[in-house]
């Protein structure tokens, strides 16, 4: 058991007003399955890229493994998987075993690479990350090719591996296996033993504590520095109207009750400094959508089946979308769940079996993979 060494490392990119990392100290156990998570842009690969060390900052980082990273393996694509697994410098009954692991069984071992559908390369490259034992794997989103039978196969197979950091936008994926988070937040870094959801719980509770703090120190604020307005303005009153000297002393009086309360309502500001730092406020997704009365046919289908060169991608199926239906399209990899949203978007020319009635408008919002 040994340890990765972060201390103090800082890293900006030319020319960027913020640094993505600012003196991150942690140490990582070599022996991990280490969650990195972390909305869009937080610095996830750049983190990975500063361990491998294709990006340098300043500070230390100490690393007794050989790293090698996910999806980037430097391989020759033309090249048979079992080639590509060798290349490691691994033996082929370790390869053969190492596959055989990741659920591709021998008939894979002599195809070649290029050949294999999007899900099968995955497992092939995540294979060859662990089969030199002492190496020590950047996996950096594993899980854009993989359908649901393969994040449950691949997610299987990490967790009978040890020392490992993977970066999943899949929540439920990286539950399946990780014993360790760290989290990129907006302004700091959690580092925490559990799962995804153990993490969710705990921030969940600090963000409402740090919510509910900030809505009380506001309120306070407002109350103090209207209170301190208040006294302010009878006590400059005081002072224009005053002609003895019991007059001049109540409005110093008032006066210096008025710094009391602005006092106060600096030590509430300073307070509440930093508070929201980490709460991640949700943007909205904004569509083009349009309101209606609703209830209006889009689409129809009856018996309809996308078809490509080899006849049609899935079983017939037939339905109805109205205007306002939410409609999930689930199914494995490559059965036409694409070709038939672009059919229907008029992206493609597509051919088809039975029915379809698409009255669907013409500016339809999408969002791809
Ligand atoms: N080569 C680069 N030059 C300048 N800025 C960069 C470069 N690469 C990344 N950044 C910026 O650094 C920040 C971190 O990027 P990074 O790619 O590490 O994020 P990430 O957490 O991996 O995000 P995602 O979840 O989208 O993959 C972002 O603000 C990004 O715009
Ligand atoms: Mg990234």
Redesign the pocket.
Known sequence: MSTIQIDQLTFR????DAP?FDKLSLNLDTTWRLGLI??????????M?LLRGQLSGHGLIKNPVTFNYFPDAAINRSQTVMAIMTSTGAEEWQASMELDRIGLDESYEQRLFDTLSGGEQTRVLLARGFVNENDFPLI??PTNHLDIEGRQVVGAYLRQKQGFIC?S?DESFLNLFVDHVMS?NRSSVDLVAGNVENWQVDKERRDNAAITQNEHLQHRIKQLSSRANIQREWAEKRERESNDSSSRRMAKKLMSRAKVFEHRTDIAIEQRKGLMNDVDQVDRLRTNVQQTSGGQLLFSLRDFSVKRQNGPLFQPVSLDFHRGDRLAIIGPNGVGKTSFLNLLRGQEKLAYDGYLMNDLPQDIGYLSQ
């Open positions: 990119y030319p020319g960027a993505v972390g909305r869009n842009g937080r610095g996830k690969t750049t983190f890229n950096d989103e970066v936008h990129l």
